[in-house]
């Protein structure tokens, strides 16, 4: 019988993912942060991992070529969702997606006197809708990484970025200027491949789910 393949994002999901399957009887037959191999069989026979740049989770789960994913709410919302169900908040990889500007740069005096704001992101497309959403027009500038220092550099206004602990605005001297979103990962199923190879996936799928509820169980109890 063919595995079950589990797209996982790599980065800091990974370290938060991993436990959780372990908790869900999965664990790779190698540490997936350290070895080089791309497909990593797991102690549940049914069960096979990869491990992805975040950003390709959903394309990989889009076309079946992974059952099962885990993704964060912030890359699927830029990747649309489509051909996707996202049945399960995996409760990991909590952080927040704000608005950020640096400390000296008045935004509530700019936003006010309509000014032309220019703001860096990854998340064009969540950032477009935020604004428009508020009437603002606003100047998007795609990056791929290291946001923070769009301000520095005189590159952007702001920024549309992820907060976890704060310490990196902290350290680039920004603060967060407009909260957009809570932000966690989700167990990201191929919709045809539940239908039609529902006796191997159901079960891996229920596994990780029975895992959250367990913790939420537990959290509940305490
Ligand atoms: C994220 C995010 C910030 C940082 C925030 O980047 O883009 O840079 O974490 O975390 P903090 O509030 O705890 O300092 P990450 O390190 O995940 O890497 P990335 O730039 O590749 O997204």
Known sequence: MPTVTIALSKGRILDET??????????????????????????DARASVVVL???????????????????????????????????????????????????SYDWAHSVQRGARI??????????????????????????YGSMELAPLAGLADAIVDLVSTGNTLKANDLVAVEDIMPISSRLIVNPAALKLRRAEVKPVHDAIEAAVAARGAAGAGR
Do not use: N, W
């Open 18 to 43: 991993l436990p959780l399957l372990a908790e869900a009887g999965i664990v790779p037959v190698e540490d997936p942060r350290s070895s080089r191999r791309l497909i990593l069989a797991t102690s």
């Open 53 to 103: 740049r975040a950003t390709d989770v959903p394309t990989y789960v889009q076309y079946g070529a992974a059952a099962l994913g885990v993704a964060g709410r912030d890359v699927l919302l830029e990747h649309g969702g489509d051909g996707l169900y996202q049945p399960v908040d995996l409760g990991i990889g909590r952080c927040r997606l704000v608005v950020a500007a640096h400390r």
């Open 118 to 143: 220019r703001v860096a992101t990854k998340y064009v497309r969540v950032a477009r809708e935020h604004f428009a959403a508020k009437g603002m027009h606003v100047d998007l500038i795609k990056l």
